[in-house]
């Protein structure tokens, strides 16, 4: 009889398990805050209410990625994505619940109707392009970390940021507002999301170089990429 190898545990700390929870928050409401739209001071520019909370997973994408590696990058992404579908099914269940008893609260109900409607259509591009603009993101980080064997932080945050932005924005806008917005208005959504939402990264860039350091220190922990599959769907894989 053939003895059975012990199976090997990866073992994941606490510290990985909050910035999974956090990133896949940002992710969760980012897409209830989409349907906003707000103009920049008096220039004829608008943005999304997503801009808000939404760079702040692209910021917690490059900390994971950096300190922990793609495979559990990307863990997490599937994760993200999968709440997020549930909140849109959820969101849809719920819409189409019977009226309440009493007249005063029909208006609630109907505003809330209102705008939960919206959230299956806004999370299903946000869906789209989250997965492809956060798997590039992740991708750039982890392979100009190799080639650069660890060295400036900096520039791979930025580039890979503005590579998922880019991604992210050129899918989502034209699906999430495709007939409710001129096609030039949604090229410039998505001019103005990509620049602010890379601003908004290169402003906080130095807060987040301190806590990459302290999450490496704290986890005794810094992962380069070597030998991997860049595989999206290899999820198992951590």
Not at 66 to 75: N, Q, S, T
Request: net charge positive; glycine share 6%; aromatic share 12%.
């Amino acid at each position: 009889m053939t003895e059975k190898k012990p199976v090997e545990r990866r073992a994941l700390s606490v510290t990985f398990v909050w910035l999974a929870a956090a990133f896949c928050v940002c992710l969760v409401a980012s897409n209830l805050f989409v349907p906003r739209l707000w103009r920049l001071g008096s220039l004829p520019l608008q943005l999304s209410g997503a801009v808000v909370i939404f760079p702040i997973s692209y910021i917690l994408n490059d900390c994971l990625t950096e300190v922990y590696g793609f495979r559990k990058a990307r863990l997490v992404i599937w994760i993200g994505f999968t709440l997020s579908a549930f909140i849109a099914l959820a969101a849809q269940i719920v819409t189409m619940l019977p009226a309440p008893l009493y007249d005063e609260s029909v208006p609630v109900a109907d505003s809330f109707n209102t705008l939960f409607r919206l959230v299956p259509h806004m999370t299903f591009a946000s869906l789209v392009a989250f997965i492809c603009g956060s798997q590039i993101n992740a991708w750039i980080m982890s392979k100009m970390k190799v080639a650069t064997k660890g060295r400036g932080f900096w520039s791979r945050a930025i580039v890979s940021s503005l590579g998922g932005e880019l991604a992210d924005s050129i899918i989502f806008y034209p699906i999430a507002f495709a007939g409710s917005l001129p096609f030039m208005g949604i090229v410039g959504i998505i001019f103005t999301q990509v620049i602010v939402k890379t601003l908004y990264e290169i402003i906080i860039l130095p807060l987040t170089t301190v806590i990459v350091k302290k999450l490496k220190a704290h986890e005794d922990l810094d992962t380069f990429d070597y030998d991997i599959s860049y595989n999206p769907f290899k999820i198992r894989d951590i």
